[in-house]
């Protein structure tokens, strides 16, 4: 396990995007692999929001940031609770699952851009290891 958080935050957000790929490339495991992208989803963003986010916004500066960050967070799982119910192989699945994928993109790209470059420069190697250990648990 590496002991940067920020490091964990990309990891998981390669697993998501490898994820999403497969979601794409073969609808027949949508059954199984969409239901592994909602828990992995809503646990990282759980994990950021209580363990990340307040020592980003009160230790690196990352105030707006974050803010928008959360903003992000629960319109994605708001996505994800639509998307549970419907038929997986149908065209409103489809449209939403692109949907999702711009929508998580973005907030990815941003946050790897804007939040993750202040915690790496403004945290020590220790604190961002205490954040992983924490972001983990």
């Not at 490339?25 to 929001?49: Q, Y």
């Not at 992000?72 to 449209?95: Q, V």
Request: with cysteine; aromatic share 4%; net charge negative.
């Amino acid at each position: 396990m590496p002991a940067d958080v920020v490091e964990l935050i990309k990891n998981d957000h390669r697993e998501v995007e490898r994820l999403f790929d497969q979601l794409q490339k073969d609808p027949t495991t949508r059954g199984l692999n969409f239901p592994v992208v909602c828990a992995l989803l809503i646990a990282h963003s759980r994990a950021e929001e209580s363990e990340v986010y307040p020592v980003a916004k009160d230790e690196a500066g990352e105030t707006e940031e974050v803010s928008h960050s959360q903003g992000e967070h629960a319109e994605a799982e708001h996505m994800l609770e639509e998307m549970i119910a419907m038929d997986f192989e149908s065209a409103e699945f489809e449209k939403s699952l692109d949907e999702l994928i711009k929508a998580v993109t973005h907030h990815v790209e941003e946050e790897e851009s804007r939040v993750l470059p202040g915690i790496h420069q403004r945290l020590s190697a220790e604190r961002r290891a205490e954040l992983a250990k924490a972001f983990v648990e």
